[in-house]
């Protein structure tokens, strides 16, 4: 196991709050499992090599015109990933397609969906 960052400072508060060993143990084990998340969300984000991160979050609905804002948040689900169905964004210039691909993109590795083999499959599939 790698060095956890986060034990000096853990034990530091350990001391200071008197933490049994076992709270000291859960609270550094808690450190290292969300280390680890953060370090495989870095490591997917790289792999997806997306121009910029974009997030359901930040996107503006209002220039969403021609779809309902509660179908493009269903998209958020990713439902059709599970149900093996593609989706088709059509729409003018500057809506938002891009950024709407990319959350998708971004939600679908939060949940560890391996976003370079869905992409190596969907180029297989098209060619």
């Known amino acids: 196991m ?4 986060a034990a000096p400072a853990l034990s530091q508060q350990a ?3 008197e933490w049994s060993y076992m709270d000291f143990l859960e609270h550094l084990l808690h450190e290292e499992k969300l280390a680890r998340h953060q370090r495989k969300q870095a490591m997917y984000t ?8 974009k997030t359901f979050e930040e996107y503006d609905f209002t220039f969403a ?7 493009l948040q269903s ?3 990713l439902s059709f990933i599970e149900r093996n ?3 088709v964004l059509l729409g003018p210039s500057g809506v938002g397609k891009t ?3 990319i959350a998708m993109g971004y939600e ?3 949940i560890f969906y391996d976003i370079s083999k869905i992409s190596l499959e969907l180029y297989h599939n098209i060619h």
């Not at 790289?46 to 991160?53: E, I, T």
């Not at 015109?65 to 509660?70: F, H, N, S, V």
């Open 65 to 71: 015109t021609g779809a309902p804002q509660k179908q």
């Open 15 to 17: 001391v200071d709050q």
């Open 46 to 53: 790289r792999m997806a090599a997306f121009p910029a991160v």
């Open 75 to 77: 998209l958020r689900s």
């Open 99 to 101: 950024h709407l691909a």
């Open 108 to 110: 679908a590795f939060k």
């Open 2 to 5: 790698q060095y956890i960052s």
């Open 85 to 87: 169905e593609n989706i």
